[in-house]
């Protein structure tokens, strides 16, 4: 199996050690021509979801992997990852993927609680560990939307058809389920 990471910017490399340590081969997106290959999912990480939206256009990849997520690619998408699928941004103008119909709401814990750590359930899975890192939320879904885990009344991961969307960072905890859950969407 191969998965290949979107690489311009954030927490990438981590999402990498998880995959490859479950066995999968991973590939780097840094260009339009590494799209060419053939992998099975792809991986939008944390990091800063502007900078991301950006230079995925001017690297000529945002069509493209748009495309190949809205043929049902299997998509992992961790906080910034997370802003990116959005079909809407609470008080901003701009939006990026849009390929979940959910609306999340950017630094969204305020500045006192920008990063922490707990532990929540998800669904299918159990409790797992969750490291919030100026983290969004979800704050409205449509239907067809499956939430999987709500941490303090707000949404935080959730399922649309073979995305799968968390507003936390699985890659930095030491926890391989949610990766092995992703593999599994994969085959
Ligand atoms: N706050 C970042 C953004 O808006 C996301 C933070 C993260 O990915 N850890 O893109």
């Known amino acids: 199996m191969t998965i290949a990471v979107l690489a311009v910017q954030g927490a990438f490399i981590e999402h990498e050690k998880k995959l490859e340590h479950l066995g999968a081969d991973c590939i780097e997106l840094r260009r339009a021509e590494d799209l060419n290959q053939h992998y099975d999912g792809i991986v939008l990480p944390g990091g800063e979801s502007t900078v991301q939206g950006k230079l995925m256009k001017e690297l000529g990849m945002f069509d493209i992997i748009k495309s190949q997520i809205k043929n049902s690619m299997p998509v992992l998408a961790t906080c910034a990852g997370m802003i990116l699928l959005a079909d809407k941004l609470e008080a901003e103008s701009k939006v990026h993927l849009q390929t979940i119909p959910m ?45 999987l885990s709500v941490v303090e009344e707000r949404i935080v991961a959730v399922r649309y058809q073979k995305q799968i969307a968390l507003a936390f960072h699985p890659e930095l905890d030491n926890d391989l389920r949610i990766h092995e859950m992703f593999l599994s969407l994969c085959k």
């Open 103 to 147: 609306t999340v709401k950017r630094n969204a814990y305020g500045r006192q609680l920008g990063s922490f750590h707990t532990n929540a359930t998800i669904k299918g899975i159990g409790e797992v560990p969750m490291t919030f890192i100026r983290a969004p939320y979800v704050s409205q879904v449509s239907d067809e939307v499956e939430i």
